[in-house]
């Protein structure tokens, strides 16, 4: 190890926090706009760009945990999956949107639609606006809890308290199994009642597993900012990209077999209550964003990630990396959007017919830019407030003698 | 805490109070040792008496099937309990059960491998044993239940017959057929592949001229030169690359066969993965069931370690902790789709005739599988065996939950019935265990049933090199 144990982060970080600042106060100040001209599509898009960044705040918590339990030589990433998950306050925030459109958003909020809809009606002791809030609330309280705890006793552990390491690794014990069932309901909750007649078991797996693999795609990126700068660049090894490589590998094809034995089961037995779901995207239009996403979100990564030279190279997995994060955003869309018409409002709002088909609104653009530059803001600054190494982490000598040699 | 002086090469923590983690192999073995040890098993004159009556009741079993089986063929497959409206119960029951178990050895062998889990090197060989073996007994269930299985080729796989008869490609059973089969395929060949260096070592170590010449046959022709090596690790490393996704694809098409269906309880879009877990799960409680006793009574407690027996209950835990979120969901999820049929479907598992069956399932794979978290049930081996058994009979529990509930009671209460299974059901599970014991039995008596020259490559000599380089 080398003489210098601040690992403080390099000089430009400030650079790229104030220019995150920047990009979010543009995106708001789109959004504000957006929001007074057409609040509904505000909304709709608000709730994609939304889930995007929750999404790596989450997955991150969540792989953190799994690295606390698994060890490896990938926990040299841990402060930046710590980073990631400290943003979980300012989430809390940013979800208010939500709440606030939950009756432009979900047609449960509606007391005279469900009066008139027996199957909203016996969804009511589940999906009513007390609830939603309740459960909301209940999600970040338990999730801030958790990361924060994670966190203090990373620092603890910095510091030289090592009876931290066994506690770490109790919490995440507990807080996986905590995380898995609250993001399933939050899937419940947030995407799946769009359309509250649909449902399918298996969402909740498709929304942790599409956390898991923003989380990491946004790791591989920051980590590669860090590894052309002091003092980053002797510490991270090509054998850690390849790890962070072999899972993003691993969630590429998780995310696929999820999709295909959703889409297989529902198509195959075409149901009243399930097909729905699937008419609405594979029809009007959706279906070109349907045949995109199986060609981007699965076809070209996995075919990249193949290959053991893009997984070691920073420089070439970085563009992976941020090309998953679009095809991710993109995935969000199709979840959220054939929901609702053109003019952003749901389509199981009204009674009577009428169509959905393909749009995408200006929103599409200035949301994620609002919410990712907030959030990207404040990971920078939670990066820059401890060392980049968890220098006593009792896997590190492990992690750091997987040379890149072989 | 101080970390353990000598600070090995298998990941003991240092600085931290991490609890110590037991080593892969017991200290102080050397490449003599261990294949002296290994090989001895097999090579031995004398055979023991415990394997003897190991072998005579798995043997015993076995004759029990032969004479199912004979029944079955001459009456028909009314000797089954089988009815109307469950048309489908024990033969699809163990048929899930036993491929279910296979799925631990192909985890093993493959996807451990490529995440180089060296911990994986001691179970590996016995595992795969044990999944071609549980593939062999979950064959038998689909072959027998078609009654004729002499006409089975052309009901089960498309044979351009005369009759112009074609399966139904769009059914799940069919892909099953070509799924199963592939692993199978899949999974003989890796362990073979795996044994043909041993075989060597036992052909050049044998005493006896019927040794020789059986084991030098089977050997291959293998001289242990650098090219042999080379070719057998990259043969090694691409079956383990192929067989990955079949870890996954299997299990996920043995889940079709009821997801794809419109019954409710099996229509769930969670039944992939679900499944899946639930194999691996099975499959690790059914090694441990072997390898604890194993371990015992030939000593090789040395190679087989206390590392082993707790990664394999970690894995156990997690995977069962998926299938207990199966449930949970599946109970959820009944009632949110406000879909009356699967809110009776639950409502009749837990309170209905087989409730108690249920409760057991939750009792089980929800319930007891929390005290894998505690340290302490990890290190007590003992209580270990008892629990992996337990696992075994839950994950029975669970296949029949979902196969005999969902259809016994469906759409029209008119055409609700009971199932009752009759002598000849459990005769034939019984057989199909004596069948898996008397292979398991016989494969440890004349096949090493640890990777010789994998152990070796973990001794403490195998990693004296020159400085190191990188």
Redesign the interface.
């Known amino acids: 190890m080398t003489s210098d144990t601040t690992y403080a982060p390099p000089e430009d970080l400030d650079a790229r926090r104030a220019m995150a600042l920047k990009v979010g106060a543009v995106g708001l100040v789109a959004c504000a706009f957006g929001y007074g001209f057409a609040p509904e599509h505000f909304f709709r898009s608000w709730l994609i760009a939304y889930l995007l960044f929750l999404g790596i705040a989450l997955g991150s918590m969540g792989l953190l945990m799994v690295q606390h339990l698994s ?1 490896g030589a990938w926990g040299v990433f841990r402060r930046v999956f710590e980073a990631s998950s400290r943003t979980l306050p300012l989430m809390a925030v940013l979800f208010l949107p939500i709440a606030v459109g939950m009756t432009s958003l979900y047609p449960w909020s509606h007391p005279e639609l469900v009066q008139n809809d ?2 909203l009606t ?2 009511a002791p ?1 999906l009513n606006s007390v609830f939603f809030m309740v459960r909301a609330l209940f999600y970040f309280v338990g999730w801030t809890t958790i990361a924060w705890t994670l966190s203090r006793w990373s620092r603890l552990q910095d510091e030289g308290d ?2 931290v ?2 506690k770490l690794q109790y919490l995440s ?1 507990g807080g996986i ?1 905590f995380y ?2 609250t993001a ?1 309901f939050a899937s ?1 909750d947030w995407l799946m009642s769009l359309n509250p ?1 649909w ?7 498709l929304f942790v597993g599409g956390q898991g693999l923003s989380a990491l795609a946004f790791t591989i990126i920051v980590s590669t900012f860090l590894v052309r700068r002091a003092p980053m660049a002797s510490l991270f090894k090509p054998s850690h990209f390849h790890d962070l490589g072999k899972l993003s590998l691993a969630f590429v094809m998780l995310w696929a ?2 999709n295909f ?2 889409f ?3 198509y ?2 075409n ?1 009243l ?1 399930e097909i729905p779901y699937f008419i609405a995207r594979i029809t009007h239009g959706w279906q070109y964003l349907a045949i995109f996403l199986v060609v981007f979100h699965f076809a070209v990564p996995f075919s990249l990630l193949l290959s053991r030279d893009n997984k070691r190279m920073p420089h070439r997995l970085v563009w992976v990396a941020l090309a998953i994060l679009v095809v991710r955003y993109i995935d969000l869309v199709m979840l959220v959007s054939p929901e609702f018409d053109a003019a952003g409002v749901n389509l199981h709002m009204e009674a009577g017919e009428h169509e959905g088909g393909f749009y995408l609104h200006w929103l599409d653009l200035a949301a994620p830019l609002a919410v990712g530059g907030l959030w990207a803001w404040m990971f920078f600054t939670q990066l820059a407030q401890r060392p980049l190494l968890a220098f ?1 982490d ?2 590190l ?2 992690s750091l003698e997987t ?4 | 805490m101080a970390a353990a002086p000598g ?1 090995s090469h298998d ?1 003991v ?7 110590p983690i037991p080593p892969v192999i017991a200290p102080g073995h050397t490449f003599e040792s261990v294949t002296e040890k290994i090989g001895g098993i097999v090579l031995t004159k004398r055979t023991q008496i415990g394997w003897l009556v190991g072998f005579a009741i798995g043997f015993a079993l076995l004759m029990l099937m032969n004479m199912t089986i004979g029944q079955l063929l001459f009456v028909g497959i009314g000797v089954f309990g089988n009815n109307n409206p469950v048309g489908w119960a024990f033969p699809i029951i163990n048929f899930v059960w036993w491929i279910g178990i296979g799925h631990a050895g192909t985890l093993i062998s493959a996807i451990l491998l490529l995440f180089r889990q060296q911990w994986r090197t001691s179970i590996n060989r016995f595992a795969e044993a044990m999944t071609l073996f549980a593939v062999a007994c979950a064959a038998m269930f689909p072959l027998l239940h078609t009654g004729r299985p002499w006409l089975a080729a052309y009901w089960l796989f498309p044979y351009p017959n005369s009759m112009g008869l074609w399966p139904q490609f769009r059914s799940p059973l069919i892909w099953d057929v070509f799924a199963v089969s592939t692993y199978f395929t899949v999974s003989l060949l890796f362990w073979y592949t795996g044994l043909v260096p041993d075989m060597a070592t036992l052909r050049d170590r044998a005493k006896s001229k019927a040794g020789k010449v059986i084991y030098g046959m089977l050997s291959l022709g293998w001289r242990g030169s650098a090219r042999h090596w080379h070719r057998y690790e990259m043969a090694y490393l691409l079956l383990a690359g192929i067989s990955t996704p079949l870890v ?1 694809s299997v299990h ?1 098409v043995v889940s ?1 066969d009821f ?4 019954v409710p309880g099996w ?7 679900y499944f899946v877990a639930g194999a691996v799960y099975s499959g690790f409680a059914m090694v441990m069931t072997l390898a604890i006793p194993l371990r015992k009574f030939y000593g090789l407690e040395d190679f087989i370690t206390m590392r082993h027996i707790h990664n394999m209950t970690k894995i156990m835990l997690v995977t069962g ?1 998926i299938v207990a ?1 199966g449930y ?3 109970v959820f ?1 009944s009632w ?4 009356m049929y699967e809110g009776y479907m639950m409502h009749n598992r837990m309170t209905g005739p087989y409730a108690v069956f249920y409760w057991s399932l939750i009792a089980i794979n929800a319930c007891m599988i929390q005290l894998f ?1 505690f340290r302490s049930v990890r290190d007590n081996v003992g209580l270990l065996f008892v629990l992996s058994l337990l696992v075994n009979v839950g994950m029975w529990l669970e296949r029949f939950i979902i196969i005999v509930t969902s259809l016994h009671r469906d759409f029209l209460p008119s055409s609700w019935d009971m199932y009752q299974p009759t002598r000849w059901d459990f005769a034939m599970f019984a057989g199909t265990i004596g069948l898996f014991l008397s292979l398991f039995f016989l494969f440890i008596r004349f096949l090493p049933a640890l990777a010789i020259f994998e152990m070796r490559t973990i001794v403490p000599e195998a990693k004296l090199q020159p400085e190191q ?2």
């Open positions: 060890g027996a199957v016996h969804k589940y090592m009876s390491n066994i014990g199994v898995t069932l399933t419940v007649h449902y399918s078991t298996l969402f909740g797996f077999y999820f034995s959703q297989l089961l529902i195959a037995a149901l209550e006593r009792p896997y000598r492990e040379t890149g040699g072989h | 600070h990941g923590a240092d600085g931290g109070n991490m609890r996954l996920t079709f997801a794809v269906s419109v229509h769930a879009t969670i039944f992939p993965p902790m979120y949970a969901n599946e999820f949110y789709s406000a879909n978290w380089h990188g």
